[in-house]
């Protein structure tokens, strides 16, 4: 069985960090572009951060640029995002997605999805 698990959301200040994990299971990453997500109460899905397929160059949307890193672990199978300086409007459901040999991290691509962990910046 294919699976991602994310972990590592919780509650944080603003201007505090956390960092987030997406562990596969059932397949290896070397042959998929992966990507964070997240949706936040009222909005749609967002595409923020991508580890592309195959060179791996990352990417980010404006709204995180500077501020969150993507990386992987290619021994331990996983993907992080390091969120630095998170604000409230960064508050959402995070997931994790897998697309096999995509170039790029497109929602309608991804063929297996994270359960989504939560993360709420609040004072």
């Known amino acids: 069985q294919l699976q991602l698990v994310e972990s590592g959301g919780g509650l944080v200040e603003p201007g505090g960090s956390l960092k987030l994990s997406c562990a596969a299971s059932?397949?290896?990453?070397?042959?998929?572009?992966i990507g964070w997500f997240r949706q936040a109460p009222g909005k749609g899905l967002e595409e923020f951060s991508c580890?592309?397929?195959?060179?791996?160059?990352?990417k980010y949307a404006d709204s995180v640029e500077g501020r969150f890193t993507i990386s992987r672990d290619n021994a331990k199978n996983t993907v992080y995002l390091q969120m630095d300086s998170l604000m409230p409007e960064d508050a959402a459901i995070y997931f994790c997605g897998a697309m096999w040999r995509a170039l790029t991290c497109v929602t309608t691509y991804v063929d297996v999805w994270g359960q989504g962990t939560q993360v709420t910046v609040s004072s």
């Open positions: 059932g397949f290896t990453l070397d042959n998929y572009a």
């Open positions: 580890i592309n397929y195959p060179d791996r160059t990352t």
